[in-house]
Structures are given as structure tokens and as C-alpha cells.
């Protein structure tokens, strides 16, 4: 089973599914991870090289097979014409990858870029008869970015899936370490802490020790397919 993480920036996959990607990992699934912006020209190209380094280390350090950048501009995706950033997504998704499930961040995220990510896959991800069906689609949370929205003037996050990370919040926060120059922000709703509270009160919720939440967008039932993330049996 292939499964895609599509991350507007560096940090953003770990933040929002780093343990759900250890815990596929670990049950044999083959997972990608596509970072979509550069950095440049906002940022120093030598801070532009360090994250992505750290980008690889946290990869590394969760298992992924396969880590792609695909350089689109930082902060500016509203400025491209629809027709291109829709066709970045559409190659992305339908020819290079080809996931049965994927993991986008949710649209009413504050950064604009995470909303344009998600508007550009969902285009991609139309059922129309000409492109492969991708048999899961969920919408995951990013601290300091879904719970920023203004609330009742904007979507709010509701959960409907939790993947338990109860075995896997320590790669989570391994692998968010490794993004140092991020920490070194000192974004309270991006520390080590709040990512590590944010688990264990998702998991509070069903019962678990620590969990990962996600917003179903779709699921096709096609053929007899495992769920990858649905609660499992703890030992």
C-alpha cells in the first residue's frame, strides 16, 4: 500500500502525521512525502539547504521511502495561474506517485499556502473516469496553523479518524527534533511539549494514550482493502 503526506513546508508532514507515517512504516507501507514549497527568494538559500537537511533527517528518522521537493514558490502558490498549480498537483498525484491514500493539510489552515495545496489536490483528485481513484483522502491538523482560523467565520478542524501513535509519539518527536531550526523559532504551539499535549489529549479523547487526528475527506470502498489507520488493538 502506497500512501502520499503532502506538506506545504518542511515540518508540516511531521506535525501533522509523523507518528500515523512511522506507524504505516512499521506495518510494511511504502510512504512518500512531498514537500511542496522552495523557500527562495524569501528566505537565504542557506536556510533554504539546512531545512531541507533537516527534512531528510526527520525522513530518515520515521522510515520514509521516498522524499520529494518540488520547489514551488514559498508564500506566492495564490499568485500562480490555477491552470499551472493544478497541473503540478495533477502530475504529482496521478503519474508520479499514484497513493491509495493520502494526507493533505486542511483548508482552513491561517497559512494561504496550505489552502492552496489543498484546493490544487482536490482538483487532482476528482473522480472523473479518466484518472485512477485514490481510495482515501484525509486532512490533517498543523499546530500554530488549523487551530489559528477565526472560529465560526471560518471551517473549523473536526476530527472523524485517529490513528493510534500511542507506539510511535517518540519517532514523531525524534523526528520534529530534527527540524532545529524550526524549534529554534521559539513558536510556543510548535515546541516539543505542545505537539507532545496535542497527541495525548487526541488521544484522550478516544481512550488511548496518544493519537493522531484526521479529517475524512473520502474513502471508495474498492475491492477488500485494509484501512491503514483505523484504531487498533493495543497491546
Avoid at 522524499?67 to 499568485?79: D, Q
Wanted: proline content about 6%; hydrophobic content about 45%.
Amino acid at each position: 500500500m502506497k500512501t502520499l503526506i503532502i506538506s506545504p513546508h518542511p515540518d508540516d508532514e511531521v506535525l501533522g502525521c509523523g507518528g500515523t507515517i512511522r506507524r504505516l512504516v512499521k506495518q510494511g507501507g511504502h510512504v512518500v512525502v512531498a514537500i511542496v514549497t522552495k523557500g527562495t527568494p524569501l528566505y537565504p538559500a542557506a536556510q533554504v539547504r539546512t531545512v531541507r537537511a533537516e527534512a531528510r533527517k526527520a525522513a530518515k528518522r520515521l522510515g520514509v521511502a521516498e522524499l520529494l521537493f518540488m520547489n514551488l514558490p514559498v508564500t506566492t502558490l495564490h499568485l500562480m495561474p490555477e491552470h499551472k498549480i493544478n497541473r503540478v498537483f495533477d502530475r504529482l498525484i496521478n503519474r508520479q506517485v499514484m497513493p491509495d491514500t493520502i494526507f493533505l493539510p486542511f483548508p482552513g489552515d491561517r497559512h494561504e499556502d496550505h489552502r492552496q495545496v489543498f484546493e490544487a489536490a482536490m482538483v487532482a483528485l476528482r473522480c472523473d473516469g479518466r484518472r485512477r481513484a485514490v481510495q482515501r483522502v484525509y486532512c490533517y491538523e498543523t499546530v500554530s496553523e488549523t487551530h489559528w482560523a477565526a472560529p465560526g467565520l471560518e471551517p473549523a478542524f473536526e476530527p472523524t479518524t485517529y490513528a493510534d501513535i500511542s507506539d510511535t509519539l517518540s519517532d514523531k518527536l525524534a523526528a520534529m527534533q530534527c527540524y532545529r531550526s524550526q524549534l529554534a523559532a521559539g513558536i510556543p504551539a510548535r515546541s516539543i511539549e505542545a505537539i507532545e499535549a496535542l497527541a495525548r489529549f487526541r488521544g484522550s479523547v478516544v481512550g488511548l494514550p496518544a493519537a493522531e487526528a484526521f479529517h475524512l475527506v473520502r474513502e471508495l470502498w474498492i475491492k477488500a482493502s485494509k484501512e491503514p489507520i483505523a484504531l487498533g488493538k493495543r497491546k
